[in-house]
């Protein structure tokens, strides 16, 4: 039988302002991305959010994102590399204590928004993500998109990792993540969401914004929990997914 992770970026209400179906999405992913505070996130939502995750037996990880709460994590910022690397030393930790605190081990750090996107082609920037994560554990996976400069290091510096599809956003011909700017860059049709993430996982293979055909490979499907539709296309993945007789489950690397 095969298996694919399913994962989906929770936990990123912030005060008094709720984004996203948390309690409803956990109960059908197999692992969640924890906002850390900076991005989206407070102690009270991270808090919750890995009760949750106890409760429903998913894998937890911790989602660092650059601080930008305006901007949700998607501006593009300049940050000197040893403060980047602190920067994330600190998310994760931040959510450790609360996984201590439910008797919950993390299971992977994944970046958020555009620290992730920027880590595609920029060396240092792969590299303080990498950094951070080997100082707090040197085994603990980083979830990271396939062909990019984040993967590269972190073989280098031989972190382990998981290589990371997404189901509800087009892709360039070169693998990158099209900009959300551009129109097309979301998906949010649960019909074709379910498709795409049959086709990657029976196929190994993607189409294009362009209309290139892609070759790739990897074991974890993410939905981000802001898509509007979210809940409605890990319904529609789970149902595809176990139609085709494969199973969710969080990644066997791990």
Known sequence: MKRIDLNCDLGESFGAYTLGQDDEVITLVSSVNIACGFHGGDPDVMDHTVALAKKYKVGVGAHPGYPNLLGFGRWNMDIPPKT??????????????FCKKHGVSMQHVKPHGNLNNMADSDTSIATSIVEAVHTINPELPLYIKPNSELERVSKEKGQPYVLELYADRAYNKNMTLVSRRHEGAVITDPHKVAENVVRMVKEKRVTSITGEDLIIEGQSICVHGDTQSALDMIKFIREALTKENIQVSPPTSI
């Open 84 to 97: 980047l690397t602190n920067l994330i030393i600190y998310q994760i930790g931040a959510l450790d204590i």
